[in-house]
């Protein structure tokens, strides 16, 4: 195998940190990166450098933001009955694609896990029941974890968090997806598809 100079293997293992990168991809990306004019690689550190430093938490929801609050607390368009507890940044932005949500969010910064070392103090579930309890015009919290065994159980946390505060607290409906083929759908998707029902 051949030997990179010690630059590159170190952009090399940097790259490999990254989510979904592995070694083969890695490699594609800091070619790439090298083949375009040195600006190219100077604009992308300058714009990693600037997001790190400038970007924080949400005072209010943990949504990530230059201000002291996100745009969407500070908005007064937003419905405040509703509030939807998501697991990262990217779940809001996915959920603002829609068109269809104009409530508040909480951002929990992941979910528990134990395995990974990942605890109630590592998320904002503390700030969420303040929140909850503080505001007292929230009517629904939606949880909108991911539907996994690490979602799910942060789900149920939540839910026995909020049990003496008087606020509906729902899941997110799980089942099909559209254009999904029942035939080929799992149990456990067939199931939930079958809970989620709705009258036509």
Same mark, same amino acid.
């Given at each position: 195998?051949?030997?990179?100079?010690?630059?590159?293997?170190?952009?090399?293992?940097?790259?490999?940190?990254?989510?979904? +990168?592995?070694?083969? $991809?890695?490699?594609?990306?800091? %070619?790439?990166?090298?083949?375009?004019?040195?600006? +190219?690689?100077?604009?992308?550190?300058?714009?990693? @450098?600037?997001?790190?430093?400038? #970007?924080?938490?949400?005072?209010?929801? %943990? =949504?990530?933001?230059?201000?002291?609050?996100? =745009?969407?607390?500070?908005?007064? =368009?937003?419905?405040?009955?509703?509030?939807?507890? @998501?697991?990262?940044?990217?779940?809001? @932005? /996915? %959920?603002?694609?829609?068109?269809?949500?104009?409530?508040?969010?909480?951002? #929990?910064? *992941?979910?528990?896990?134990?395995?990974?070392?990942? *605890?109630?103090?590592? #998320?904002?579930?503390?700030?969420?029941?303040?929140?909850?309890?503080?505001?007292?015009? %929230?009517?629904? +919290? +939606?949880? /909108? $974890?991911?539907?996994?065994?690490?979602?799910?159980? $942060?789900? #149920?946390?939540?839910?026995?968090?909020?049990? *003496?505060?008087?606020?509906? @607290?729902?899941?997110?409906?799980? *089942?099909?997806?559209?254009?999904?083929?029942?035939?080929?759908?799992?149990?456990?998707?067939?199931?939930? /598809?079958?809970?989620?029902?709705?009258?036509?």
């Amino acid at each position: 195998m051949a030997e990179y100079p010690p630059s590159l293997e170190r952009l090399l293992h940097e790259l490999e940190k990254l989510p979904g +990168i592995g070694p083969r $991809t890695a490699q594609r990306l800091a %070619f790439h990166l090298l083949k375009q004019p040195a600006d +190219i690689s100077r604009a992308l550190a300058a714009a990693l @450098v600037d997001a790190r430093t400038k #970007l924080h938490p949400c005072r209010d929801c %943990f =949504n990530l933001t230059e201000e002291t609050l996100c =745009n969407i607390c500070a908005s007064s =368009n937003r419905e405040r009955s509703s509030l939807l507890v @998501v697991e990262d940044p990217s779940d809001v @932005v /996915a %959920f603002e694609r829609t068109h269809e949500y104009r409530g508040l969010y909480h951002v #929990l910064g *992941g979910t528990l896990s134990p395995l990974e070392g990942r *605890g109630p103090q590592d #998320l904002t579930l503390d700030a969420l029941v303040e929140r909850v309890k503080k505001a007292g015009s %929230f009517k629904e +919290i +939606i949880v /909108a $974890t991911d539907p996994t065994v690490e979602g799910d159980s $942060t789900a #149920l946390y939540i839910q026995q968090l909020l049990k *003496g505060v008087t606020v509906k @607290v729902t899941r997110l409906a799980r *089942g099909l997806p559209s254009g999904g083929d029942v035939e080929y759908a799992d149990e456990s998707t067939l199931l939930k /598809a079958l809970e989620g029902r709705r009258e036509l």
